[in-house]
C-alpha cells in the first residue's frame, strides 16, 4: 500500500512555473512508477507525465513535452513535477499515481492516487 499526498499547487500568471510535488509512504517507494495525471471540470483526467523507478526514464503527453519535466528522489520518497511557460489551458486538478512494477518502464496506469492539488493558470 502506497499514500501519496500533493502539494506546490496554487494561482500562476500566464508563462509563470510551478514546481509539484508527491510524497509517497511506505518502503518500497523505489518499487514503484511514478506520474501525474490532470483534470479539468467536465473533462476527463489525462495523463500528464510518467517516471520510471529508477529515474531514468520518463514519458510526456505531447500537450506539455518541452514545458514540463518529471523527476523523483528515491532517497526521500518524492516525485517532482516541474512546470515551465504555464497556459491557462493547464489549469487543473492534478493527481499524483504510484504503481508497483517489475520492470524499469514507465507506465500510464496505476494502482495509487493522492487526493490532487489545483494549479490555476490566469491570463
Known amino acids: 500500500q502506497v499514500q501519496l499526498v500533493e502539494s506546490g499547487g496554487g494561482l500562476v500568471p500566464a508563462w509563470g512555473s510551478l514546481r509539484l510535488s508527491c510524497s509517497a509512504s511506505?518502503?518500497?517507494?523505489?518499487?514503484?512508477?511514478m506520474g501525474w495525471f490532470r483534470q479539468s471540470p467536465g473533462k476527463e483526467r489525462e495523463f500528464v507525465a510518467a517516471i520510471n523507478r529508477s529515474g531514468g526514464s520518463t514519458d510526456y503527453a505531447d500537450s506539455v513535452k518541452g514545458r514540463f519535466t518529471i523527476s523523483r528522489d528515491n532517497a526521500k520518497n518524492m516525485v517532482y513535477l516541474r512546470m515551465n511557460s504555464l497556459k491557462p489551458e493547464d489549469t487543473a486538478v492534478y493527481y499524483c499515481?504510484?504503481?508497483?512494477?517489475?520492470?524499469?518502464?514507465?507506465?500510464?496506469?496505476?494502482?495509487?492516487w493522492g487526493q490532487g492539488t489545483q494549479v490555476t493558470v490566469s491570463s
Open positions: 499515481g504510484a504503481r508497483a512494477v517489475r520492470l524499469q518502464t514507465t507506465t500510464r496506469d496505476y494502482d495509487y
Open positions: 511506505g518502503r518500497t517507494f523505489s518499487n514503484h512508477a
